[in-house]
């Protein structure tokens, strides 16, 4: 196995508070800029990572937004990383301090990857269904550590992770010990072996 790159091959230090929002950037909203503002304010070691699209339009549109929302004083702790591999992308991840799910429209195939990693993903469910992909799943690992009742909450989870490494590393092993419940499920396999069976079965006799 190739060992993932280090902080300095990003340009991140290791003294900094890594928090890692690795959602496309149309999930990131004016609710999101709010957040992450504090997370900014109450955090002074904290570098919010995120992914520029590399669509030069929606990067135009997001970039004055967030400077006006979260106040020029903030913005250069938030640094976009143009897309890259999976060996680059993990690498990313597992250098984080802790991951940050977009809100009200969250992520899944991320949360996915970071788990399997066995870094924690810090979520805020809404009313959306898109915004409740991570708390599904930590439902199923039979985790609600990382699981935020409003905004402050989900800033104050996020940073007290962030900072308390004992913390981090209790829950870290946490997911390690409950991440096969996800990654090794069998149920919904069955389910869909069993749906597409009598679909075609179906089908077979018209």
Known sequence: NKKFLDRSFFGLNDESNIYTCLQSPFKITYEYDEILKKILINDEKSIIVMLDSGNTALKRELLPRMEENIGKEY???????????????????????????????????????????????????????????????YKTMGIDDLIASDKNDYVNISIKYANDINLRNNICEKIKKNVCKIFEQKESVNDWNNLLENIYLKLKFI
């Not at 996915?112 to 805020?124: A, D, G, K, Q, Y």
């Open 75 to 137: 913005i250069d702790r938030i640094k976009f990383f143009n897309p890259m591999g999976s060996y680059k992308f993990y690498s990313l991840i597992s250098n984080s301090n802790i991951c940050i799910d977009s809100y009200p429209f969250g992520g899944c195939n991320t949360t996915f990857e970071c788990l399997s990693l066995n870094i924690p993903v810090v979520t805020l469910p809404s009313n959306f269904i898109n915004g409740r992909f991570t708390y599904g799943i």
